[in-house]
């Protein structure tokens, strides 16, 4: 699913969020690999910045793959009991959003 600005979204353990932007194909190393000298180029993921519903906050949600709408790195977010993968989940839209053609 290709995410637009003003989608609102949440993860499996935060949200909701509106989009205000969306960045793609980044290749940008994991931060732990890059902080333990090891800058390896992941494959190509989206980051987003995000506010609140309302409009106010600013979050950033880095690192998911926008086809699958899961997170590239495994975890325990969320209370799981086992490690595995975050993932975006789209919510019912609040008003119309525009999306773009290409």
Known sequence: MKLE???LIKTNYSGPYRIK???RDCTCPSYLDE???RPTARRPHIHLACTKPDGTGAF?????DEQTLLSLQKSYCGGKKEIGYDQIIVLQQDRPIQG???
């Open 21 to 23: 932007s969306v960045l």
């Open 100 to 102: 773009t053609l290409f």
């Open 60 to 64: 950033y949600i880095n690192g998911w």
């Open 5 to 7: 600005p003003e989608m």
């Open 35 to 37: 902080i333990n000298g």
